[in-house]
């Protein structure tokens, strides 16, 4: 072998490339000049691909291999240069390196509050925040869409446009879904997946593609949100007097406990004021502290409201529950509540039938009435 055959060998390129900041989409590999030399190695790895751009046109793709970079391993190269086999000297191109990988746990969220019109609520405002995961799936388009000559491309650069479509079609989504706001916890799943579908072609313009995308939460204004904790509150109350000398009993407690409110004087108004809140919400009855109604009194006193049972449903060995006489009622008109549906309530002697249970029969036998006649034909 000669001494040229020997300083030619030495000198051939080695093009590859290795990523550990994570976070790198594409890189281009930085020659002086931009030259090639004919006969270049070009290794392509796992989860990448190289793209070559010659004189400012997209020339070829490599998928992950070992490859030479000759005229025979370059056709689209090779007409645009008009090479014959004899032709050996450097050509000016640029290689860029795309991460085809997958990134993950990347945030997006509700800039501000979506409003929609709530079946139960009405009209009202929601937030939600979540993760998605996103790859390269064509990395020519990318490379034409996005990247540009860019030589050191980062998910930063585009994760706030993909941010920007997620919160948009979810907006569109959850407005049109239907889905009551109470009940969206348990479907974050499907809405998610609804999402994904209606960005996948709108990222696939960029040469992206959308394979996750994860609700974590939901949530309501302040608000709205406190409304529902004393909801919660007034329905594990019960009893309206109990819960009424429960609240004067801990107001007092606090009044007591105030070092600013002194002692004697503040559990004296701690007193006053629980007294005052608990006379208020029990509509000023007489009977409602304990005291012995007397005269008419005693006689015109309401009777106290009947209390309303709640159900327990027994089915292939679990238990599921409690629900309220309307929760029976809607699923034994949707079919999930029938005859021989074993059911059970507190005070009641062991597991019945629902057929056998006076308070749940009637929701079997409410039918609709026969449909009117059609009129006769003129």
């Known amino acids: ?49 190289a793209v070559f751009v010659h004189e400012g046109r997209l020339a070829d793709v490599f998928t992950p291999g070992l490859y030479m970079l000759e005229t025979n391993n370059m056709p689209v ?35 501000n509050p979506i409003m929609l019109r709530d079946p139960e609520f009405g009209p009202t405002r929601i937030r939600a925040y979540g993760t998605y995961t996103v790859r390269v799936s064509d990395p020519a388009r990318f490379l034409s869409e996005i990247v540009g000559t860019d030589g050191e491309f980062t998910m930063d650069e585009i994760s706030y446009q993909i941010r920007n479509i997620i919160v948009q079609e979810f907006s569109r989504v959850i407005a049109s879904s239907g889905i009551p706001v109470l009940e969206m916890a348990a479907n974050t799943r499907d809405l998610g997946k609804l999402v994904a579908e209606a960005i996948s072609d709108t990222i696939a313009d960029y040469g992206l593609a959308l394979p ?121 008109r949707e079919g999930s509540l029938t005859r021989d549906s074993m059911v059970w309530t507190p005070g009641q002697d062991g597991w019945m039938r629902a057929e056998d249970v006076a308070e749940l029969a009637q929701l079997f036998t409410v039918m609709p009435p026969p449909p009117p006649p059609s009129a006769p034909k003129g």
């Open 77 to 111: 190269m090779t007409t645009l240069q008009h090479w014959d086999h004899g032709f050996r000297s450097p050509f000016k191109s640029e290689i860029y390196f795309v991460n085809t990988t997958r990134f993950s746990d990347l945030k997006w969220g509700t800039k």
């Open 212 to 332: 996750e995308l994860y609700i974590e939460n939901i949530s309501l204004p302040p608000a709205v949100e406190k409304a529902l904790d004393k909801r919660t509150s007034m329905g594990l109350a019960g009893d309206l007097g109990d819960f009424s000398q429960y609240s004067a009993a801990e107001a007092m407690s606090e009044a007591a406990a105030n070092p600013a409110g002194g002692g004697a004087m503040g559990a004296g108004l701690g007193a006053g004021m629980g007294l005052a809140m608990a006379r208020q919400m029990t509509g000023g009855r007489p009977g409602a502290w304990g005291a012995r109604p007397t005269g008419d009194t005693a006689r015109t006193a309401p009777p106290p409201p009947p209390v309303e049972h709640v159900w327990h449903i027994a089915e292939q060995g679990q238990t599921h529950g409690p629900y309220s006489k309307a929760a029976m009622g809607r699923m034994a």
């Open 1 to 49: 072998m000669g001494i040229f055959d020997f300083l030619t060998g030495e000198f051939i390129d080695v093009i590859h490339w290795t990523d550990d900041t994570r976070d790198t989409m594409v890189w281009r590999f930085e020659r002086e000049g931009h030259e090639i030399k004919y006969g270049a190695k070009l290794t392509v790895r796992e989860g990448q691909a």
